[in-house]
């Protein structure tokens, strides 16, 4: 019989000891803390069609979630990025000691709290909300200075939500997140990366770190050829962890002292309509037996899908019962 809370056996690995079973983690939450003030309101989905913080025109994707209206960008020209991109008047309005002790009050001790580290999906994200993929890796070629500019503006936001989520909602797991990757590669090379995106996310999870919650990155796609720097800035885990990377390698290749979160690629093998119920039951054992052993592992996995499909809601259930089947075979 388990002796520990689902959450004490969470931390147990969050903090580089072996857990009593392999957690359950596919982004590592239980519970999800943000005031919804300032844009991020977690318990009802968002209207069809919206504008977010920024003013951007998003519509709502149920496989993906949220997403910038195609082919609509408020900003065409990283030069003016200053008339355009503002400070979301919600920022100044929040009251944030009175929203944590709403929101917090409805919230079970028991479960992890979980936090974003800032506003929207990130820094290249954001970039690519506000001029689309295309314009914002030309404006990162072409314009480098003016984007950093741009950077630096979100950071000192970012910080400032990151310090308030902190001092009075205190989760658990804060995580900053930004996809800037593909299923084969990075988006950009390295030495763009580590001029104009790795400052950001570095300033940002010291704040983390220095207020004493767990940093947790999340990056999808082969983030691989930039672990070693995720790593050096004190990430302490990584989700969703697909398997266009060398998961095994990278457990590790760090000792165990970073955390791999999820482990399975939800729209690769496990997606595909002939791929049987078994194929998909021997998945979760294959990833368990990879990465399970020594700790630093919490497994997570689901197929991607809509939220009343039932063809991905089937296949999610097969892998979360056989997770549940197999997580205490390892400790």
Known sequence: MASLTEKENMMRMYNHEIPEWVPWGFSCYEQMVFPKEIGFDFTAPPAEEFLDIFGVP???EWRSGPIPKPGVFI??????????????????????????????????PELIKYGMAGLGNGYF???????GFEGALVACIEEPE?????????????????????QYYKPDVMSLGDDIAHEREPFMSEAMFLDIFEPCWRKVCAVIKDG??????????????FIHHIVDMGFDSWDPAQRSNDLYGIKWKYDNKFAICGGMEN???????????????????RIMDELAPGGAFAFGGMVMGAMDEEFSNERSAWIRDE?????????
Not at 85 to 99: C, Q, S, T, Y
Not at 125 to 131: A, D, E, P, Q, S
Not at 212 to 225: D, T, V
Not at 270 to 278: C, I
């Open 212 to 225: 004493g919650a767990i940093a947790q990155h999340h990056n999808c796609g082969r983030i691989e050829p």
């Open 267 to 285: 729209n690769g093998f496990v997606s595909w309509p002939e791929t049987t119920e078994e194929e998909v039951r021997a998945e979760v054992r």
């Open 125 to 131: 994200m954001n970039l690519t909300y506000f001029m």
């Open 75 to 108: 900003l065409e020209d990283i030069t003016k990025w200053r008339d355009i991109i503002k400070r979301p008047a919600g920022l100044d309005e929040i009251d944030w000691a009175a929203a944590a002790d709403r929101d917090l009050g409805a919230r079970d």
């Open 146 to 166: 003016e984007v950093k500019d741009l950077m630096n503006f979100l950071v000192e936001m970012n910080i400032e939500v990151t310090k308030n989520m902190l």
């Open 323 to 331: 997770y549940e089947k197999n997580k205490h075979n390892y400790y």
């Open 58 to 60: 998003t519509v709502m």
